[in-house]
């Protein structure tokens, strides 16, 4: 492939599990000499897992991953680096409690990889001086590490890895530990140190902002799966689903419908756009940047109108929450502010319009024919419309979103479940519901739930409908 | 006066009562001749007496290897127990710890007894045995408590930076545990040192310790010896604890 130039690491159909959960699902990813590459999912998504396994603290259940190797002749091989110890890999990582010795000061702290490696002592002396004054540590040598701030011990973290001289340098969440103000500087000095030593760094994160400001490449998880792989540009503007489009940056995203080429429908009007190839009335997702609305009492060509509802100043912007004639709600930023309760008028450029295939328009679940009326799905027996085909085994059942209903008391449904994930689609809420199966439900509802909370599901019977598998094994 | 601080009055009353009273008298004794008249003969006779220092001597000696011993079966056991991959159950840690809620006397007259039955000779051999068996416990719990709360983030740490796994444990695992090692090794060596009924059950009284020495100067009535001897040991214990309960790094190279 001739876009697999320069690979330092290349990560092929990595899964992994923890007893009955599986952290990672069939990840492949490459990475480049002296890039700047970033994990980013939320918490629990299997980023700081995938860091851990190219640490080799963490062995894979399946796949590979291939590591740029040199060998004692100096030659360059790619090498599997499965059962490798840690000890041996090429890379050095900063950890996210920084994990410094408590039992040493800074100069030891940072010459202990060159110890081990028997570099003479003038070379570690001189080669500590230079990574010390790279991190703007200079003469902290002999404090003891316990006597340092936070953002200190983060520097000389920092320095024990990279006085190594790392092929790769890995970081995880180095900056989580610290305060607003400080996390901005050292964002700016990492930046720095990567384009200075031009060392691959592989930076794990779920602090959006850190990985756009940062990053060469970000990797979108979610779920132990990877959602997009892309510049942070692309990533912002052209988010591939809504996942994606939710976790970064703010965006408005709206349930809408591909009239044809170049033609959207979504809250209630056309819109021109610039994507084609999804066919005609085509359910799409729809995402809209908040700064990507442009707003005026009175606006030239504009396309549709809303009411103000609320205006807070953000400090450059101020953040509106406009009600439009068609009565969804869209979040717009811009540098004008408009009085709540007034008329405004709405226009959105062609290009500003991200149209996405949607993942599912129902829910599709694996489940089992038990007689005519019922059928064992989310582990559990559900009562469902009559099957005619008399058949019993497995199958499928269709249930739209708007169909399912979530109840506050997890005894009062069928099954039960956790909301894991909402998406405010304007007009009304996305739920993605793990059941106790461990299975997920998607629900369409106006109500307001909150991540986390436990919930009945119930689903009456007429809506669910069930297909045959037509005799394939699965 | 704060309210607050009327509260600490009870102790203080059983502070001075239990032990500040007993610890005023072992000196006062300690500096009188028979008669009641201040002396430092009983101090010096120590000195003098070539029994006494050399019970001394075999006093120390049992001391040191004993906790040498407990060091060396502990510190692993410990090690093995702390570590969830070679130990799943916390009840093997419990098994370990077990032996100490039984009374050591009890615990003494049993092994004796067993060494008998077994057909052993009493004398050093199944004195460190005993001893060892009695203080095990002691020196297992500090240590494996240390490294069960050790960051093990540290030993990443040292592995990335390109520490094999024997390295790895020499220059953080155990640096890292000398707390533990420096609080096991106080509460092996000072009870070992001033013990008696062990040495009395487990050789037969043919290897007397100091602890032996004190306790026959004192069922003899001659307390102002006895009480001389007590304070020498004292100041030894307490010269021990100056030692292991300073700098870290210092316990490292000497005492042991």
């Given at each position: 492939?001739?876009?697999k130039?320069?690979?330092?690491?290349?990560?092929?159909?990595?899964?992994?599990?923890?007893?009955?959960?599986?952290?990672?699902?069939d990840?492949?990813?490459?990475?480049?000499?002296?890039?700047?590459?970033?994990?980013?999912?939320?918490?629990?998504?299997?980023?700081?897992?995938?860091?851990?396994?190219?640490?080799?603290?963490?062995?894979?259940?399946?796949?590979?991953?291939?590591?740029?190797?040199?060998?004692?002749?100096?030659?360059?091989?790619?090498?599997?680096?499965?059962?490798?110890p840690?000890?041996?890999?090429?890379?050095?990582?900063?950890?996210?409690?920084?994990?410094?010795?408590?039992?040493?000061?800074?100069?030891?702290?940072?010459?202990?990889?060159?110890?081990?490696?028997?570099?003479?002592?003038?070379?570690?002396?001189?080669?500590?001086?230079?990574?010390?004054?790279?991190?703007?540590?200079?003469d902290?040598?002999?404090?003891?590490?316990?006597?340092?701030?936070?953002g200190?011990q983060?520097r000389?973290?920092i320095?024990?890895a990279?006085?190594?001289?790392?092929k790769?340098?890995?970081?995880?969440?180095?900056?989580?530990?610290l305060?607003?103000?400080?996390?901005q500087?050292?964002?700016?000095?990492?930046?720095?140190?990567?384009?200075k030593l031009?060392?691959?760094?592989?930076?794990?994160?779920?602090?959006?902002?850190?990985?756009?400001?940062?990053s060469?490449?970000?990797?979108?998880m979610?779920?132990?799966?990877?959602?997009?792989i892309?510049?942070?540009?692309d990533?912002?503007?052209?988010?591939?689903?809504?996942?994606?489009?939710?976790?970064?940056?703010?965006?408005?995203?709206?349930?809408?419908?591909?009239?044809?080429?170049?033609?959207?429908?979504?809250?209630?009007?056309?819109?021109?756009?610039?994507?084609?190839?999804?066919?005609?009335?085509?359910?799409?997702?729809?995402?809209?940047?908040?700064e990507?609305?442009?707003?005026?009492?009175?606006?030239?060509?504009?396309?549709?109108t809303?009411t103000?509802?609320?205006?807070?100043?953000?400090?450059?912007h101020?953040?509106?929450?406009?009600?439009?004639?068609?009565?969804n709600?869209?979040?717009?930023?811009?540098?004008?502010?408009?009085?709540?309760?007034?008329?405004?008028q709405?226009?959105?450029?062609?290009?500003?319009?991200?149209?996405?295939?949607?993942?599912?328009?129902?829910?599709v679940i694996?489940?089992?024919?038990?007689?005519?009326?019922?059928?064992?799905?989310?582990?559990?027996?559900?009562?469902?419309?009559?099957?005619?085909?008399?058949?019993?085994?497995p199958?499928?059942?269709?249930?739209?979103?708007?169909k399912v209903?979530?109840?506050?008391h997890?005894?009062?449904?069928?099954?039960?479940?956790?909301?894991?994930?909402?998406?405010y689609?304007?007009?009304?809420?996305?739920?993605?519901?793990?059941?106790v199966?461990?299975?997920?439900?998607?629900?369409?509802?106006?109500?307001?739930w909150?991540?986390?909370d436990?919930?009945?599901?119930?689903?009456?019977?007429?809506?669910i409908?069930?297909?045959?598998?037509?005799?394939?094994?699965? | 006066?704060?309210?607050r601080?009327n509260?600490?009055?009870?102790?203080?009353?059983?502070?001075?009562?239990?032990v500040?009273?007993p610890l005023?008298?072992?000196?006062?004794?300690?500096?009188?001749?028979g008669?009641?008249?201040?002396?430092?003969?009983?101090?010096?006779?120590f000195?003098t007496?070539?029994?006494?220092?050399?019970?001394?001597?075999?006093?120390?000696e049992?001391?040191?290897?004993?906790?040498?011993i407990?060091?060396?079966?502990?510190?692993?056991?410990?090690?093995?127990?702390?570590?969830?991959?070679?130990?799943?159950?916390a009840?093997?840690?419990?098994?370990?710890?077990?032996?100490?809620?039984?009374?050591?006397?009890?615990?003494?007259?049993?092994?004796?007894?067993?060494?008998?039955?077994?057909?052993?000779?009493?004398?050093?051999?199944?004195?460190?045995?005993?001893?060892?068996?009695?203080?095990?416990?002691?020196?297992?719990?500090?240590?494996y408590?240390?490294?069960?709360?050790?960051?093990?983030?540290?030993?990443?740490?040292?592995?990335?930076?390109?520490?094999?796994?024997?390295?790895?444990f020499?220059?953080?695992?155990?640096?890292?545990?000398?707390?533990?090692?420096?609080?096991?090794?106080?509460?092996v060596?000072?009870?070992?040192?001033?013990t008696?009924?062990i040495?009395?059950?487990?050789?037969?009284?043919?290897?007397?310790?100091?602890?032996?020495?004190?306790q026959?100067?004192?069922?003899?009535?001659?307390w102002?010896?006895?009480?001389?001897?007590?304070?020498?040991?004292?100041?030894?214990?307490g010269?021990?604890?100056?030692?292991?309960g300073?700098?870290?790094?210092?316990?490292?190279?000497?005492?042991?």
């Amino acid at each position: 492939m001739s876009g697999k130039e320069n690979v330092i690491i290349d990560i092929e159909h990595l899964s992994k599990s923890f007893g009955d959960k599986q952290v990672l699902k069939d990840i492949s990813l490459y990475i480049r000499k002296g890039e700047f590459v970033t994990l980013l999912g939320p918490s629990g998504c299997g980023k700081t897992t995938l860091l851990r396994m190219i640490a080799g603290f963490l062995q894979p259940d399946e796949g590979t991953i291939m590591m740029e190797w040199e060998s004692r002749g100096g030659q360059r091989e790619f090498r599997d680096v499965a059962g490798i110890p840690p000890h041996l890999r090429p890379l050095n990582t900063v950890f996210q409690r920084y994990a410094l010795f408590p039992h040493l000061d800074v100069y030891d702290n940072i010459a202990f990889g060159l110890k081990l490696k028997g570099v003479p002592k003038d070379e570690i002396d001189a080669r500590i001086r230079k990574v010390l004054k790279l991190v703007s540590m200079s003469d902290y040598e002999d404090r003891d590490v316990d006597s340092l701030s936070g953002g200190q011990q983060q520097r000389v973290a920092i320095a024990r890895a990279i006085v190594n001289r790392p092929k790769v340098l890995l970081l995880d969440e180095p900056l989580a530990a610290l305060d607003l103000k400080m996390r901005q500087d050292m964002q700016i000095e990492l930046k720095e140190m990567h384009q200075k030593l031009g060392i691959t760094f592989i930076y794990v994160t779920h602090d959006q902002s850190e990985a756009l400001t940062l990053s060469d490449t970000i990797v979108v998880m979610n779920e132990g799966k990877i959602q997009q792989i892309g510049t942070p540009t692309d990533i912002y503007n052209e988010p591939v689903n809504s996942f994606v489009a939710d976790f970064i940056g703010e965006s408005n995203i709206l349930n809408g419908t591909m009239v044809k080429d170049r033609l959207v429908n979504f809250i209630g009007h056309d819109f021109e756009c610039v994507d084609e190839g999804f066919g005609e009335n085509v359910p799409v997702d729809v995402v809209i940047r908040p700064e990507d609305v442009y707003i005026g009492y009175t606006l030239e060509g504009s396309q549709f109108t809303g009411t103000v509802k609320s205006c807070t100043f953000k400090g450059v912007h101020y953040e509106m929450y406009v009600d439009t004639d068609s009565g969804n709600e869209l979040q717009i930023q811009d540098y004008d502010a408009f009085e709540p309760g007034k008329q405004v008028q709405m226009l959105i450029h062609p290009d500003d319009i991200q149209v996405m295939r949607k993942e599912r328009i129902e829910n599709v679940i694996d489940c089992e024919i038990i007689d005519e009326n019922h059928v064992k799905m989310l582990g559990e027996v559900f009562e469902c419309a009559p099957i005619t085909s008399g058949s019993t085994g497995p199958a499928r059942a269709h249930i739209s979103f708007a169909k399912v209903d979530l109840m506050d008391h997890e005894d009062d449904g069928d099954t039960s479940g956790e909301v894991w994930f909402i998406l405010y689609k304007g007009d009304h809420y996305h739920l993605t519901v793990k059941t106790v199966s461990g299975e997920y439900v998607y629900v369409d509802t106006d109500d307001i739930w909150d991540k986390g909370d436990l919930v009945g599901i119930k689903i009456l019977p007429e809506d669910i409908t069930v297909e045959m598998n037509d005799g394939q094994e699965k | 006066m704060g309210k607050r601080s009327n509260w600490a009055i009870p102790y203080l009353i059983f502070l001075i009562l239990f032990v500040a009273l007993p610890l005023l008298l072992i000196v006062v004794y300690a500096l009188q001749d028979g008669n009641g008249g201040f002396t430092f003969d009983n101090i010096t006779r120590f000195f003098t007496d070539s029994d006494a220092l050399s019970t001394f001597a075999v006093s120390i000696e049992v001391a040191i290897e004993n906790t040498l011993i407990c060091l060396l079966l502990g510190y692993p056991a410990a090690y093995i127990l702390a570590n969830k991959n070679l130990n799943k159950s916390a009840v093997t840690a419990i098994l370990f710890i077990l032996p100490m809620w039984i009374n050591a006397l009890m615990r003494t007259l049993a092994t004796a007894e067993l060494f008998n039955v077994m057909g052993f000779t009493l004398g050093k051999g199944t004195l460190l045995m005993g001893m060892a068996y009695d203080y095990l416990p002691f020196m297992i719990y500090p240590i494996y408590n240390v490294l069960l709360k050790m960051d093990h983030s540290y030993e990443e740490a040292a592995a990335d930076l390109g520490a094999t796994p024997v390295q790895v444990f020499r220059k953080v695992t155990l640096p890292l545990s000398m707390p533990g090692i420096s609080s096991g090794i106080l509460m092996v060596f000072m009870p070992t040192v001033s013990t008696f009924a062990i040495s009395e059950f487990l050789t037969n009284n043919k290897i007397k310790l100091f602890g032996t020495i004190i306790q026959e100067n004192i069922n003899s009535s001659m307390w102002n010896y006895g009480a001389a001897l007590s304070l020498i040991m004292l100041v030894i214990i307490g010269l021990t604890t100056l030692v292991l309960g300073g700098e870290d790094s210092e316990v490292e190279g000497g005492t042991v």
